[in-house]
């Protein structure tokens, strides 16, 4: 039996526990207004959050992938032949960039050359023609800038069972810009000290036209070597370099014979041969007319040369000297004692033309006007400031045997003086020189192959060039 306390206990718990129920359940039916705004700004929270936690892991994903398609790339390249054995290697050794494997087998490095002028004639014949200062078309003042030189140059070897140099030069024609092959040259050692060499390049005769362009004391190269160099050539070299001595010996296609088809030669054949003894110092020190401070205290070098090449079987014509009979020879001098350094040369050319027998006797030839042609250069330099300020003095004479009869003196002599500025070595150099015509009463005929000696390649604005003309020159050049 329930006793009455018992059951009002009861029943007063059971109606509290339904109104607690039901308080309960109305409030969360009808939240308040400041509840809502809470929550709103919560879920707003906690979507932004999501968003920014979605966006980091995108990034890093996409990093991740980057990294393995890198990793990816790189393994395939190590599959590949032609980096199986080793991989290659690139960089610039200080001096030139490169690409090399890593074993050694293949080697290129790329360098190139600028060189641009300022150039200003003084010139009292008329730019490009003979002139006179009455003539109308009379110019005593013409200037102007030039792109002397542009070259890119890639040189190296290949080991293809035995080790093959080579050596390309691209050069930008400095009338028109155009690209131009100027050597191409493939080499090998044979023997201790010997090596082969067959391509397009220059022959062994001038010391001043085998020093390179950018190795030069004035702006340029002499007037006389511009008169007597045989330039390049199709040729087979065989040199050779011991501690005291060196020479080369060349079998080619003739002076200044370039690229060539058969039948096209001027020449039928041509042979060059160079010596040259080394009397103080080193090879490496006579490669340029500088006396540097980190050479030895004497540098010194004799050599000389011959050229000779048979003239093709119809050189009869007076205007085909090219295809002449020639002989040409010089001997030289370096020696440079610091901060002194002087250059010396004599040289001779001489054609001998077929000509065209006499109808009336075969042993008498017509038609011949055969040239005997001599020229000599001295030039000195000395250091003022080592290593930097390098003044300089060019003395000429060149006789070009003019063959002409109209009783003027056909030989002429010139003299350049200027100075160097050296910023780093011959890669970044200022020169500024002036040549004067010291003494030039008859004007000078081209050379055998038509190479006139007041070329635009060394300033000259013409070939109405007489006695006192000036020549301003201005240069900087840019190795790399």
Do not use: C
């Not at 009861?10 to 308080?23: I, T």
């Not at 003019?402 to 070595?425: I, S």
Request: hydrophobic fraction near 40%.
């Amino acid at each position: 039996m329930i006793r009455p306390s018992q059951w009002y206990r009861g029943m007063l718990s059971s109606v509290l526990l339904l109104g607690v129920g039901a308080f309960s359940a109305v409030s969360a039916a009808e939240p308040s207004m400041d509840v809502q705004s809470e929550i709103k700004a919560l879920k707003a929270e906690v979507a932004r959050l999501r968003a920014k936690d979605d966006e980091s892991w995108l990034t890093e994903r996409r990093a991740e992938e980057v990294k393995t398609l890198i990793r990816e790339v790189l393994s395939d390249a190590d599959t590949r032949a032609s980096l199986a054995e080793g991989g290659v290697t690139a960089g610039h050794n200080g001096k030139n960039f490169y690409l090399a494997s890593e074993d050694g087998s293949f080697l290129m490095i790329v360098g190139g050359q600028i060189q641009m002028r300022y150039v200003h004639n003084f010139d009292t014949a008329g730019t490009g023609s003979a002139a006179g200062p009455d003539s109308e078309d009379f110019d005593d003042d013409d200037g102007g800038f030039q792109v002397r030189r542009s070259k890119l140059k890639f040189k190296g070897h290949v080991d293809a069972g035995r080790k093959w140099t080579y050596e390309i030069v691209l050069a930008g024609k400095r009338d028109d810009g155009l690209v131009e092959m100027e050597d191409a040259i493939i080499g090998t050692e044979i023997a201790d000290g010997w090596d082969i060499e067959f391509g397009k390049f220059k022959m062994p005769f001038l010391r001043t036209e085998l020093v390179s362009s950018s190795k030069q004391l004035a702006v340029d190269r002499a007037i006389v070597t511009e008169f007597f160099t045989i330039d390049r050539s199709e040729q087979i070299q065989l040199n050779y370099q011991g501690e005291m001595f060196r020479g080369s010996v060349s079998l080619n296609d003739g002076a200044d014979s370039e690229f060539t088809i058969i039948g096209s030669d001027a020449a039928e054949v041509g042979v060059a041969a160079r010596g040259e003894i080394l009397l103080a110092g080193s090879w490496k020190s006579t490669g340029d007319f500088t006396a540097w401070s980190k050479e030895e205290d004497l540098v010194a070098s004799l050599g000389g040369a011959i050229f000779y090449q048979v003239g093709d079987g119809y050189n009869a014509d007076n205007s085909s000297e090219s295809e002449a009979n020639y002989f040409a020879w010089t001997v030289d001098g370096l020696i440079k004692v610091k901060p002194f350094s002087i250059t010396a040369a004599f040289m001779g050319g001489h054609t001998e033309l077929d000509g065209t027998p006499d109808p009336g006797d075969d042993d008498v030839l017509t038609n011949v006007a055969n040239r005997d042609m001599y020229g000599a250069m001295v030039q000195a330099g000395v250091f003022l400031i080592p290593d930097k300020l390098q003044p300089f003095v060019r003395y000429e004479w060149l006789d070009p045997d003019n063959n002409d009869t109209d009783g003027l003196d056909d030989k002429a002599m010139f003299l350049t003086f200027g100075a160097n500025y050296y910023f780093k070595g011959h890669a970044a150099k200022f020169t500024g020189d002036v040549i004067w015509v010291m003494d030039l009463e008859d004007s000078i005929v081209s050379n055998p192959w038509g190479n006139s000696p007041f070329s635009d390649g060394l300033g000259f604005s013409g070939d109405g060039v007489e006695e006192d003309t000036l020549v301003a020159r201005l240069q900087f050049q840019l190795l790399f």
